[in-house]
């Protein structure tokens, strides 16, 4: 192999190299800001609703009422970018006493975070926003 052809393979070699190397980091990157609980070991997937978490001076969840169905999941995602952002969470609580039930729990710091859930049994889910505990919501599972 001459030395005109060992320079074209290394500079093929570089250039894939900067342009592979971002998009793994990016996809890892995205990866790592995605977080998933289930309730139970289950292989159908279904469908996957999204809420929202809005509104810097009033921050809320929105839809405040989700309905899903056995197997479904919600995608939380904390889009509450004004002035860099704010914290939240999302934790299941009883809905009489409004005190964690353990259920499922995700801190998203981050603009743009994401915290899923699976849900695999019926029923009424409750949760809030500790950090902000004026935030609720409702899952309906059926």
């Known amino acids: ?13 570089i250039v894939l190299g900067l342009i592979v190397s971002p998009a793994i ?13 289930s309730f139970e070991n ?28 056995v197997n479904d999941s919600i995608r939380f995602i904390n889009q509450d970018g004004q002035e860099g952002g704010l914290a939240h969470d999302v934790v299941s609580v009883d809905g009489k006493t409004g005190v964690p039930d353990g259920n ?6 981050n603009v743009g975070d994401i915290y899923t859930v699976k849900f695999s049994e019926s029923g009424t889910y409750y949760y809030i926003d500790t950090i902000h505990p004026h935030m609720r919501g409702t899952i309906v599972v059926s």
């Not at 159908?44 to 809005?54: D, E, G, L, Q, Y």
């Not at 499922?104 to 710091?109: A, I």
């Open 42 to 69: 289950s292989s159908k997937s279904n469908t996957v609703k999204t809420v929202m978490i809005i509104g810097h001076e009033e921050p809320q969840f929105v839809p405040q009422i989700i309905h899903l169905k």
């Open 104 to 109: 499922f729990e995700g801190f998203l710091p």
């Open 1 to 13: 192999m001459n030395t005109k052809n060992k320079v074209v393979i290394a500079f093929t070699a």
């Open 25 to 37: 980091a990016s996809s890892e990157a995205v990866a790592m800001k995605t977080s998933v609980e």
